[in-house]
């Protein structure tokens, strides 16, 4: 069974722009979950989607916000882009509420 | 709210026990979990124990759960130059579904 994918792995763009990032999950795998990871605030939890809904949200601004598909399929976008957006954008799935599945990461660098 | 707490190095001899430490606070959690994270990639599920249980062991991995002291601890028995990563202790934010909260991570080093 396929791992969890996410596109692009790589992402550079400047300041003021937008980005989108996808995170196709586990087949099954109904919950996608998104984290980002900085080195100065290590893994933090942004939002999660299950069944297109967004069940869980974390203390990101509004600037951060994302969907999920009827396919389970999600995205995450971040509007107006600051150089703290800079990070790992995690992606995890899950078929039940204990393991998440994590997908290998989209680097974000914003100049 | 829900805090994680991990040392955040570890140094050991290849062919030695690692024991990676971990506390948190929040005490309705129902799994807590151990990820790890090698350079360059996600995070990758290395074992999960229940609540209820005490210790869990999956073949070089034990994990041990004191709920009273809310200490959670992983070992690895025979550390390989393999196991260098960054391993990260995680608990479920109360009542939070999958929002999981990480600890800082500890980098476990592995010289010969």
């Known amino acids: 069974k396929a791992g969890v994918t996410q596109t692009p792995r790589y992402l550079i763009k400047t300041r003021g722009q937008q980005v989108t990032l996808s995170c196709s999950p586990i087949?099954?795998?109904?919950?996608v979950s998104w984290y980002q990871q900085t080195p100065g605030q290590g893994l933090q939890f942004l939002f999660e989607?299950?069944?297109?809904?967004?069940?869980n949200k974390g203390n990101f601004p509004g600037r951060f916000s994302g969907r999920q598909f009827s396919n389970s399929r999600s995205e995450m976008n971040v509007s107006t882009l600051e150089l703290g957006d800079s990070a790992l954008y995690l992606c995890?799935?899950?078929?039940?509420?204990?393991?998440?599945?994590f997908g290998p990461g989209t680097r974000l660098t914003v100049l | 709210g829900e805090d994680v707490e991990q040392s955040l190095f570890l140094s050991v001899r290849e062919g030695d026990s690692s024991v990676i430490n971990c506390t948190y606070t929040?005490?309705?959690?129902?799994?807590l979990y151990w990820y790890k994270q090698e350079p360059g990639a996600g995070l990758q599920l290395l074992t999960y124990i229940f609540s209820n249980m005490d210790m869990k062991q999956d073949q070089r991995l034990t994990v041990l759960l004191n709920k009273k002291d809310k200490h959670l601890s992983l070992r690895i028995a025979d550390t390989q130059t393999g196991d260098s990563a960054i391993y990260f202790c995680?608990?479920?934010?109360?009542?939070?579904?999958?929002?999981?909260?990480f600890g800082a991570g500890t980098r476990l080093a592995v010289h010969p």
């Open positions: 087949s099954g795998h109904r919950s």
């Open positions: 929040d005490s309705s959690s129902t799994y």
């Open positions: 989607y299950f069944s297109e809904t967004q069940r």
């Open positions: 995680a608990v479920p934010f109360s009542g939070g579904y999958n929002k999981l909260i």
């Open positions: 995890a799935s899950s078929v039940r509420d204990n393991e998440q599945f």
